[in-house]
């Protein structure tokens, strides 16, 4: 059943109603009114409407209710059904009188009912229907809550006495050295030169180290190993390659995505500049509160430039790229959905807690009440968020972006000529000349499909038209957020339902953490700005704690607190709880750098432990929780692809202007873009592959890429057929294993010297003598078209190399990071 609604009225976020006013309003009602409505008006809405648009029917086609005066006041897919006093202004008007949509559809109402309804709106829609008043209550002890550890104050622990006083560098390694020898383990000892110099390699900046470095690595380390690692450190953390690499660990947080999701994933050809934007603060070092802020109230933070304010507006991108259902008729559902997502982002990200699991009901785990998902969801209920997808057949929910201020130097998109410009609008009035052609004739069943194809066509050209300038440049337009024009609290909803709201609850924050009671939200805003600091304020107990967890799992393969998006009452304790507390108190003294807090940790004896097996630890601690050793590691989706490229000597490190995704605009379903788009198979870092809901890169879902439809802390590890399928027949593999084989041709005087040069390219280290032995023998097998056996020193075919460079591609120590 299409909506009343034929026109766009600005939408009433959640039908946030005051109680009092719907009281006021029956009670304002003459005797004369009452009957009115009762005689005339209330029987004919029974009758006719509600069995499409009631609660009693459990239907609310298009978003409209229309069993009490709220529902027709906050209308359905478009806006406001009616305007009290003015039925020329009021949809629902026109859709009874069959001047555009025509309810009821089985026939118009005579006019004297017509007449009926038209006075009753004239007069402002006298109506004694509200909605009963609810009051959601919680039975929870948030005080008693407030004993889990993980919602405690920091505080300074005492650095441990150890009793091998000469293992440890820093306190970091004290803390971890007491844990262990507590439990009558011993660290291991040091990784060798080579092995560290890939792991800090591949764990800094995700790229191999080439041979060339290596050997350099090698040499420094016989000097003096520890300046040697500090000054490759320092090397690997002032490369531009570093933020490529942290940037991405965000964006698994952040739910980094070029596309909507769910049934229609349209694309969001915009979100790109997100993606550059977090990149850009790693390489920057960004202190990680002023991080928090941009992502969360950069609109709202002072800008003494035209450039600084513009990295503002693109950073909060972060709340905008989230999952939306396009095709949703209740503008309503849309809005709620969109904010809990928001806010299920935003306390993940930060904050590690799931509170979008009290949206429904008081968090069934954690000590959350409902009523603190509602104050937060009235922040971004008083926000506008811009996400830019042109409307259509398949986007009820259309979105504006974002004008930035600096125009792009090199336009991004496509560019149209005067001549395209003027054809498209010429084609623009030929649709809805056409349009209007058809709902003329729409007693015709066979114009229903042709309205359909009118609207899809004119949809895609008003969104072209919507994102060029007057001489068809893109325009520099970017995905985030407002203020929006009005502020207010968002009603509980009863069960999460939209259509049962029950009180208002002020805007606020989590009860549980102990500074909440510090911050009080003006009535001005919509509270994001004071969300910002509250967030990033040192004595929030979670945020410091989160992202230094968040930074010891991506440099251990395992965060001191297991759990990383969960530190509510089911997430794991922190196997080394003092050591997190003093981590995340000097992460904060360090000015909350993140740069600081990788060095101070890669820098440690923890960190540059062999990961060779003891059989007796591992007995005590199989998983290694207590660090007895250095966990090996499975190369990431990303890390896998882009050192094969830079194998194959093919990574090009430049980074690419904008993304594919934007060069097909915001109207394409991605999944249609597939074909084109994945695996771009363009040679840049992986980092810079479109990233579509459900369409991912074959590359990076065949290995464990995660799922950007919502936050993610910790990938999943698998090892399955089809990875080791890929490495040994996709073309992408073989095409990189050759361009090496040339080198090695090319590059080296006898097959020793390639071999040689291929394990420190592939494995970063030097072969064994029995690996070379092992590699001639291979060759001195291996036959060429020809048949020709060769001898050993001479010159292998390509193919031979090929194969050899692919094997050891193809190996799990190359997947391998120990």
């Not at 915009?270 to 390489?283: K, L, P």
């Not at 440690?604 to 966990?631: F, K, V």
């Not at 995704?661 to 394409?668: D, L, M, Q, S």
Request: hydrophobic content about 35%.
């Amino acid at each position: 059943m299409p909506a009343l609604i034929k026109r766009c009225l600005t939408i009433v976020l959640l039908g946030c109603v005051s109680w009092n006013v719907a009281g006021a309003e029956e009670s304002s009602i003459t005797p004369e009114q009452m009957e009115f409505f009762e005689n005339k008006i209330r029987p004919v809405l029974v009758r006719e409407c509600y069995e499409c648009h009631s609660a009693e029917s459990g239907k609310t086609r298009g978003g409209l209710r229309l069993d009490t005066r709220i529902g027709l006041l906050q209308g359905g897919e478009s806006g406001p059904s009616v305007v009290p006093g003015h039925p020329e202004d009021s949809p629902f008007w026109d859709a009874i009188t069959y001047s555009g949509w025509e309810m009821p559809p089985r026939g118009k109402l005579p006019d004297n009912v017509l007449a009926d309804f038209k006075v009753w709106i004239e007069m402002g829609m006298p109506d004694p229907r509200v909605r009963e008043a609810v009051v959601v209550e919680s039975t929870m002890d948030v005080e008693a809550g407030r004993d889990h550890w993980a919602f405690q104050s920091l505080k300074q622990p005492t650095v441990p006495e150890v009793k091998d006083s000469g293992w440890a560098k820093d306190d970091l390694d004290r803390f971890v050295q007491s844990k262990l020898e507590s439990n009558g383990l011993s660290p291991a000892e040091e990784a060798d030169a080579a092995t560290l110099l890939r792991r800090l390699s591949f764990d800094l900046i995700g790229l191999p180290p080439t041979p060339d470095e290596v050997q350099q690595f090698l040499d420094a380390m016989a000097d003096d190993r520890e300046t040697a690692v500090a000054e490759k450190v320092d090397e690997l953390l002032d490369s531009p390659r570093f933020g490529e690499r942290w940037g991405r660990h965000w964006m698994d947080v952040a739910r980094y995505a070029e596309s909507c999701g769910n049934s229609t994933n349209n694309t969001f050809p915009h979100a790109w500049r997100y993606r550059d934007y977090v990149i850009d603060s790693f390489n920057d070092d960004t202190p990680y509160d002023r991080f928090i802020a941009e992502q969360v109230a950069g609109d709202l933070l002072p800008a003494k430039t035209d450039q600084q304010w513009q990295e503002n507006l693109i950073a909060t991108g972060f709340l905008a790229l989230g999952t939306k259902n396009l095709i949703e008729r209740n503008p309503r559902q849309v809005t709620a959905d969109i904010v809990d997502e928001q806010i299920d982002t935003v306390s993940k990200a930060f904050l590690g807690l799931t509170v979008a699991c009290a949206r429904c009901h008081d968090h069934k785990l954690d000590p959350i009440p409902t009523a603190d998902y509602y104050a937060m969801a009235g922040i971004f209920l008083s926000t506008n968020t811009y996400y830019g997808t042109a409307s259509g057949i398949q986007n009820r929910n259309a979105s504006d972006l974002l004008k930035l201020p600096i125009a792009d130097a090199t336009s991004v998109g496509r560019t149209y000529s005067e001549s395209d410009l003027e054809g498209l609008k010429e084609r623009q009035q030929s649709l809805r000349s056409q349009m209007f052609d058809a709902v003329r004739d729409r007693e015709n069943s066979s114009q229903q499909q042709t309205l359909i194809r009118l609207r899809a066509q004119l949809a895609q050209i008003q969104g072209v038209l919507a994102e060029v300038n007057d001489d068809g440049t893109p325009k520099s337009l970017a995905m985030g957020v407002q203020e929006a024009s009005d502020f207010q609290n968002a009603p509980v909803l009863v069960r999460g339902d939209v259509e049962t709201p029950a009180q208002e609850v002020p805007r606020g924050f989590i009860q549980v953490l102990p500074h909440s009671e510090a911050y009080q939200i003006p009535d001005d805003s919509s509270g994001r700005m004071e969300l910002a600091k509250w967030l990033a304020d040192e004595e929030n107990p979670l945020t410091a704690r989160v992202m230094v967890n968040r930074i010891w799992l991506h440099l251990f393969g395992e965060g001191i607190v297991a759990t990383p998006n969960n530190w509510g009452l089911t997430g794991q304790e922190p196997t080394h709880p003092e050591l997190l507390d003093h981590l995340a108190i000097r992460f904060m003294d360090n000015g909350w750098s993140v740069k600081s807090m990788i060095r101070d940790i890669v820098l440690s004896r923890t960190y540059q432990m062999s990961s060779r097996m003891n059989e007796d630890h591992y007995e005590i601690d199989p998983e290694n929780r207590l660090l007895w050793r250095a966990s090996p590691r499975q190369l990431d989706a990303e890390s896998l692809r882009d050192a094969i490229l830079a194998i194959g000597g093919s990574l090009d490190l430049q980074r690419p202007l904008g993304s594919p995704v934007a060069r097909f605009g915001n109207n394409r379903v991605g999944r249609t873009l597939d074909a084109s788009l994945m695996d771009g198979l363009d040679d840049h870092r992986s980092v810079y592959l479109p990233i579509l809901r459900d369409a991912l890169p074959r590359s990076l879902s065949l290995f464990d890429f995660a799922d950007p439809s919502m936050s993610n802390a910790k990938r999943d590890v698998s090892n399955v057929p089809t990875q080791a399928l890929y490495l040994m027949n996709d073309s992408f593999v073989i095409d990189n294993a050759k361009q090496l084989a040339r080198r090695l041709i090319n590059d080296n005087g006898n097959v020793r010297e390639g071999v040689m040069h291929a394990f420190l390219a592939i494995y970063g280290r030097p072969p064994t003598r029995q690996e070379i032995q092992s590699s001639l023998e291979f060759f001195s097998r291996f036959r060429d078209t020809s048949t020709r056996r060769f001898r050993r020193g001479s010159t292998p075919s390509d193919l031979a190399l090929t194969a050899f460079c692919q094997a050891l591609i193809a190996s799990a120590e190359f997947r391998s990071l120990n």
